[in-house]
């Protein structure tokens, strides 16, 4: 199988960070070989993908674009602008296509939409200003994409494993 960087938020890495993610899934089944065609990040049409399998060596080919990758922070503040409970969620949809090159074309095509989610307990804002954005941590950032990102390949995987018998549900 040949998984391609998605298109869409290079600026993010949204498409790398999601290829990633399932490049890592394919990983975990033993049957399955992934080959690396590079670090390009780009959506394939279905004669381009059956090129790509061919150049390859691969059966399959995994391509797709980013369509939202949003952060909301929010804060419901309790106490005008003193106390308030920070919630951030991360919204990740993607169109995604597998092509088999076996069966000459395309196999698959889906959206799927993944989110992740923090709430922090209760929080003081500052007197001056309700600086609600404060609060998230780039490892907490990262979290909370790679749960939205994981809710996406896991509903690939559950597509995937009703198209391809190789491949379990």
């Known amino acids: 199988m040949a998984v391609v960087n998605f298109s869409g938020f290079e ?13 890592t899934s394919l990983s975990r089944y033993g049957h399955v070989r992934v080959v690396d065609v590079g670090k390009g990040a780009q959506y394939l049409d279905p004669d381009a993908a059956l090129k790509l399998a061919q150049v390859s ?12 990758h949003e952060l909301d922070r929010a ?10 409970f920070p919630l951030t969620e991360a919204r990740l949809e993607a169109d995604i296509r597998i092509v088999d090159q076996r069966k000459q074309g395309e196999v698959l095509a889906t959206r799927i939409t993944g989110s992740g989610r923090q709430t922090r307990g209760i929080r003081l804002f500052p007197t001056s200003a309700d600086d609600q954005t404060s609060y998230l941590s780039a490892v907490d950032r990262e979290r909370i994409w790679d749960e939205a990102g994981r809710q996406v390949v896991t509903g690939l995987f559950s597509e995937m494993g009703g198209a391809f018998p190789w491949l379990p549900e």
């Not at 600026?11 to 490049?23: H, N, P």
């Not at 060596?57 to 939202?68: E, K, Q, S, W």
């Not at 804060?75 to 308030?84: Q, S, T």
Request: net charge neutral; glycine share 8%.
């Open 11 to 23: 600026d993010e890495k949204a498409g790398e960070m999601l290829a990633d993610q399932i490049r």
């Open 57 to 68: 060596n691969a059966d399959v080919v995994i391509t797709g674009r980013v369509l939202r």
């Open 75 to 84: 804060a419901r503040p309790n106490l005008p602008l003193v106390v308030g």
